[in-house]
Nanobody, 128 residues
Framework: QVQLVESGGGLVQAGGSLRLSCAAS????????MSWFRQTPGKEREFVAA????????DYADSVQGRFIISRDNVKNTVYLQMNSLGPEDTAVYYC?????????????????????WGQGTQVTVSS
């Protein structure tokens, strides 16, 4: 069973930055595709970013492209989301997710149903 624990959320002013972390166990995490999704009240969860285990393949939602950066440390079993130039529209609960695949799905990495494990989420609030 894979467990995912997010941290790093909080309150930040518009234009600021935050870095989210997602610690995973067990060590098989190192071969999974890892992603971040987010959700605001009354809306469906939406894809933010994904990275495969090789770290050579990534995908980003158009809304965060150029502002957010996903990265991972397979030794520390941790995936990160560096969020820059934050705006109120980025306010959401951010979830970490793991897909038990070693194959990069391409645009399919954005499909919520591909993911097998989810964290509990961390709140990010951006004030204007």
């Amino acid at each position: 069973q894979v467990q995912l624990v997010e941290s790093g959320g909080g309150l930040v002013q518009a234009g600021g930055s935050l870095r989210l972390s997602c610690a995973a166990s067990p060590r098989t995490f190192s071969i999974y595709t890892m992603s971040w999704f987010r959700q605001t009240p009354g809306k469906e969860r939406e894809f933010v970013a994904a990275m495969d285990w090789t770290r050579r393949n990534t995908d980003y939602a158009d809304s965060v492209q150029g502002r957010f950066i996903i990265s991972r440390d397979n030794v520390k079993n941790t995936v990160y989301l560096q969020m820059n130039s934050l705006g109120p529209e980025d306010t959401a609960v951010y979830y970490c997710a793991a897909d038990r695949t070693t194959t990069w799905r391409g645009s399919g990495a954005a499909r919520e149903y591909e993911y097998d494990y989810w964290g509990q989420g961390t709140q990010v609030t951006v004030s204007s």
